[in-house]
Each structure stands twice: as C-alpha cells, then as structure tokens.
C-alpha cells in the first residue's frame, strides 16, 4: 500500500529543490502511475503541478517538453509526434490504455530510469537531453548511467534535426511490459541503435552502430547490424523472458526497424 504522510504543492523550482534536499524521506511525484507497483511509504511529497511544467514547446531548432507533460500529451502534440518519423507516437501507443497515458509525465518517467520503459529508449534514438533544476543540462544516455542524486527533472530537449527513425517492441499482450524494445535512428551523424528492456536499462549498441556509419543501409547490412547488437549488448532473464530469448529477438527487431528508417528514407 502506499502512504503518503505530507503532500507539499510547491510554487517555485527552487522550493521544490530546497524541499527535496532539506527534509528527509522527501520526493518529487510524477504523475504516480507507477507508484503503487510496490508497497511504499512516503514522508514529503512534492507536488510540481502547479508550475506550468506540462507545455511541449518549439525554441529555435529544439523540441522542449517539459517534465509534467503526460504521456498522452507527447503521443498527439503536432510538435511531438510528428519527430523521428513518428517514433515517439509508435512508442508510447502500447503502453496500457489512454487513460494511464493521460496521467504518467514524461518527467516522472525519465527520472524513474525505468528500465522497462518504450519511450526512454526512443529518446535515446532521437539524442534527448534533459534538464536538471541543479545539474543543468546533460543527455539522457549520461543520465541514466550516473550515480543517483537529489535533482528534478525539469524537461527534456530534443533536436528537430530531420533524424528518420523506428520504434519496435515485443511484448506477451498489447498492453503489457515490453519483453524487449528497441529504436533506431538515422542522421547527418550516422546511426542509433537502442535495446531497452533487456530488461536493464536502454543501451546504445556501438559496434553496430560503428557497422552502420561504415557500411551504410540496405537490404544487406540491416541483418549484420542487427547480429552485432545481439552479440554485443547483454540479456538477463525475468519473469517476462530469459535473456536467452531476448538475445534471440535481439536482431529480428532491429532488423524490422531498420528497414522500416531504410524506406521511409
């Protein structure tokens, strides 16, 4: 069950950090979608909503989506679910029901670091970067391999640089937990290439990559890349799917989405 002792609707940034840092057991609240998947007990709660964090908007040559943005908000904004070829839209269209999506923030999610998370790893193909109150800005493949600290999320930045990309997910039922996902991306920098739910977090997959940039795409080389990723990366077994398994669909779904980035080319 989870307990909430104190809930502290803020006013200001700096008093939702000032909190967070200063009285114990506090933690920023996202949407809560994910909060009663465990039991859990919480002194402070605080409360972004009122700060006007849920605006995605365009500034200059970037898509800035604030953290307190739902899921469903990303999934139909013009400005979002057009990027990357619609890989964003692709990616959270599965994930349980409109009305879950309609609650769950973007922020809530990439601070969470959820490793079976669909749209991580489609931000990660499409080069976010994210918006600390304290860090400032670093990119989300950084954050989330670095040490855990007492930050918040204020938004996530991405580039509309006309990157082609692909999202694919396998899962047990429509809207449940991806087994394995994966997305791809293709740019003026080369390629992305992006396992999550392995079920550790969303990694990029280099070698394949570095196959990629050298060979470039077609009929030939999306098999090879899609071998590379599987040899590369690691699997791990859950209660969804051994990691034998996963290494198995590994390639097949990069296959699949790379040849989705080949023809939309």
Not at 78 to 100: C, D, E, K, M, Y
Not at 128 to 151: E, F, M, R, T, W
């Amino acid at each position: 069950m989870l307990h909430i002792n104190t809930l502290r609707s803020v006013t200001s940034l700096a008093e939702a950090y000032e909190t967070l840092v200063s009285v114990p057991g506090s933690v920023v609240l996202g949407g809560c979608g994910y909060l009663r998947l465990g039991a859990r007990k919480i002194d402070t709660a605080i409360d972004l909503s009122r700060l006007g964090l849920d605006q995605v908007t365009m500034v200059e040559n970037t898509v800035e989506i604030g953290a307190m943005a739902s899921l469903r908000t990303i999934e139909t904004h013009p400005l979002t679910s057009s990027l990357g070829n619609g890989v964003l839209r692709s990616a959270l269209g599965h994930i349980v029901g409109v009305q879950f999506r309609n609650c769950v923030t973007i922020g809530g999610t990439v601070a969470g670091r959820y490793p079976f998370s669909d749209p991580i790893t489609a931000l990660v193909a499409l080069d976010a970067k994210i918006q600390c109150y304290h860090q400032g800005v670093i990119s989300l493949s950084a954050y989330l391999v670095s040490p855990g600290s007492k930050d918040i999320v204020e938004k996530i930045i991405l580039p509309v640089d006309g990157r082609l990309a692909a999202f694919a997910g396998l899962r047990q039922s429509a809207v449940d937990f991806a087994v394995l996902n994966v997305a791809v991306a293709r740019c003026g920098d080369g390629f992305r290439i992006v396992v999550g739910s392995r079920p550790g977090r969303a990694m990029r997959a280099r070698a394949a990559e570095t196959y990629l940039n050298r060979n470039g795409l077609d009929s030939q080389t999306v098999a090879k890349a899609g071998q590379l990723a599987g040899d590369e990366l690691s699997f791990g077994d859950n209660a969804r799917a051994s990691g034998d398994y996963r290494r198995t669909v590994c390639p097949v779904l990069i296959r699949w989405t790379l040849t989705e980035v080949l023809h939309a080319d």
